[in-house]
């Protein structure tokens, strides 16, 4: 393991192919450049990719760039029990359930699902880091049965979702794309619906942004994010699909606001 120097900050560590990553508390802090970047380097693969999540990393850099490994602290979560359902997306679920054609898929189109993720603009934002490794990677890890997509379906045609990765019960959402109106947000809803049937408490959020906060992802310790982690990934994994009876509960809960 080498490293990346600078005269004003601790070195990031330079990890070879396989190597182990760095304890999290490594990560850069608060006054660093980049707080929480944790090393760069190593591989992209699916073993990679399973290694990283079980201990609270995740990969994130853009073109021209090396692999950069990250594990902020504090981390955003939603807990799926604190999930916002505003009055005007509970309309719009409510539509999208009684509508003939109105569908959520699971998996059915993983490999377009990022590809749309990564074609997506994002306010602030130049490019994306969902680079054509980044896509390779996360397919390997989907065909081996750790990440998976859920989409929304309108007459056939694909008009929104996201991917999250999953190990056990340890669900890490990813990124989102939508091409009608409130698509991705239905796809998360199914997600936060699909969760809280199987007693999957916490889904993963990296990053605060304010389109989180608003629907209830708040952030925690790292050290409790890890913690919470480390049990999930212990815990047998559900049966990735959907059933139209999961949207009962979430749409009979109090309304938001």
């Not at 929480?36 to 990283?52: E, F, N, P, T, V």
């Not at 073109?63 to 950069?68: N, V």
């Not at 799926?80 to 009055?87: D, I, K, S």
Request: with cysteine; hydrophobic share 45%; charged share 15%.
């Amino acid at each position: 393991m080498s490293s990346l120097r600078s005269p004003r900050v601790k070195p990031i560590p330079w990890l070879l192919p396989g190597e182990p990553f760095p304890a999290v508390a490594q990560a850069w802090g608060p006054t660093d450049p980049a707080p929480g970047l944790l090393a760069a380097g190593g591989a992209l693969d699916a073993d990679s990719l399973q290694r990283a999540y079980r201990q609270g990393i995740f990969p994130w850099f853009s073109t021209g760039q090396p692999i950069l490994w990250w594990s902020t602290d504090p981390r955003m979560v939603l807990h799926t029990h604190e999930f916002h359902l505003h009055r005007s997306l509970r309309k719009t679920l409510a539509r999208f359930v009684r509508t003939p054609g109105c569908e959520i898929r699971v998996d059915h189109a993983f490999a377009d699902v990022i590809r749309a993720c990564s074609g997506s603009e994002r306010p602030g934002q130049s490019g994306t880091w969902i680079v054509a490794d980044v896509m390779q990677a996360y397919i390997e890890l989907h065909q081996a049965g750790y990440a998976h997509s859920i989409e929304t379906w309108i007459d056939g045609e694909l008009a929104g979702g996201l991917y999250c990765v999953a190990l056990g019960q340890a669900v890490f959402g990813e990124s989102m794309f939508t091409r009608v109106p409130d698509a991705s947000k239905i796809a998360l809803a199914a997600l936060v619906c699909f969760c809280c049937v199987h007693g999957i408490k916490l889904i993963d959020c990296q990053q605060n942004t304010a389109h989180l906060a608003s629907l209830g992802a708040r952030e925690i310790p790292r050290a409790d994010f890890c913690a919470q982690v480390a049990r999930n990934t212990s815990q047998a994994a559900p049966h990735w699909q959907f059933d139209p009876v999961y949207w009962n509960a979430l749409l009979a809960s109090k309304p938001g606001l």
